[in-house]
DNA sequence: ATCTAAATACTCAAACACGC
DNA sequence: GCGTGTTTGAGTATTTAGAT
């Protein structure tokens, strides 16, 4: 365990008492170093130790480690507190950069122009339309809580000043309400990876050095991989709209528009509609199951969105998810049977993914077409 | 030069899927 | 059930940059 010293010898770890001494040691300093003498003590008790003792000698420098890395770590976490400019503006839990899971809207838009944001046509029913604005001061979306207030600048748009969820009245904004406030973006469950399509406009969590917020991004390309207990592992290549910069994230990185609800609905019906079993078989024969959507009209530019073709929740190898502007011709669906493990399907545009790994409702199928440069 | 904070490098163990 | 391969998280070591 550990990275082994560099003389070659064997792996050092400290032991649950030795933690739990340095651990109260740190605490009663305070979360500050201990002076030298304390720690060069520590590693000379430690030495000393029964279990130590004539085998493996502790060195200060090791103790010093880990004090070091023990604040660091500390720190860390205690700064992973909601700040606006925190390492996660709207942490989900403790663990993963996930956004707040919906929540009613307490505060109803202010009575404003037609084109503010209202409550109604588009929204699924009983669900609480909310919102999520973009900051002037650094480009990132976060959720709105209230709308304070609404003013028509001759000039401009109608604004909206707004408090932002989890922060208090000096970051409260006017902003734009034709270009920065819009309907919520939706945190994916692991189920929803299969809605998320190249091409789409994604609502995506950055990590910098300094802070770690949530950013406009596009879908380059998706990988479909297996889901295992911990849920979806599929893995997505972005590009930032704000820095261009690319990154391949999970999917709990990631949050889809609200237009895209239309694909989830599909094929949750589709699921509803057609037996397992027959599922199965029909689905080995893709066309049965491909059916032609529109691609969200605000990821892609008109003249890309013609016919996006989306498969159910099909398991896809070394996925690059059927081109936004392809139509399927059942003629050129083949299938094959190179493909170690069964039959194999190729999707029209080359995608190939084994018939034996087809499940219900997830994707199974990894692949390492954005690993290789792992 | 030394100290400190922060980040990265590296390895191991556990958990899991898969094939047999 | 067993062996194997992969992924992930945890823990420690090392590096780098800035401050003093």
Partial sequence: MGRPPSNGGPAFRFTQAEVAEMEAILQEHNNAMPARDVLTALAEKFSESPDRKGKITVQMKQVWNWFQNKRYAIRAKSSKAPG??????????????VRNMPQPMATPMPPASDSVPTTGKGAPENSAMEFEAKSGR???????????????????????????????PEEDEWVNVRRNVRPRSLPCESSE???????????????????ALYFD???????????????????????????????????RKVCRR?????????????????PVD???????????????????????PKQQSVNTAIVPPV?????????????IDPKKVEATSDMKGGNTIVRPGGTVFPSNVITSGVPVVSSQNMDEGK
């Fill in 84 to 97: 606006k400019l925190s390492i996660t503006p709207m942490p989900r839990d403790e663990s993963t950069p």
């Fill in 138 to 168: 650094d480009g990132a979306w976060y959720d709105v809580a209230n709308f304070l207030s609404h003013r028509h600048l001759e000039t401009s748009d109608p604004e909206v000043l707004v408090r932002f969820a989890g922060f208090g």
């Fill in 193 to 211: 990876c299969v809605a998320v399509l190249p091409g789409d406009l994604i609502l995506c969590f950055q990590e910098g050095k300094e802070q």
């Fill in 217 to 251: 991004a596009h879908v380059l390309d998706a990988q479909r991989r297996r889901h295992d207990v911990r849920g979806c592992r599929c893995r997505f290549l972005v590009r930032y709209d704000h820095d261009q910069s690319e990154e391949i994230v999970p999917l």
């Fill in 258 to 274: 609200p237009e895209t609800d239309y694909r989830l609905q599909q094929l949750h019906a589709m699921n509803e509609a057609t």
């Fill in 278 to 300: 027959q599922q199965k078989t029909s689905m080995d024969l893709t066309p049965v199951h491909v059916i032609k959507v529109p691609s969200s009209a605000e990821t892609v």
């Fill in 315 to 327: 398991p896809q190898a070394n996925v690059s998810l059927v081109p936004q502007t392809m139509n």
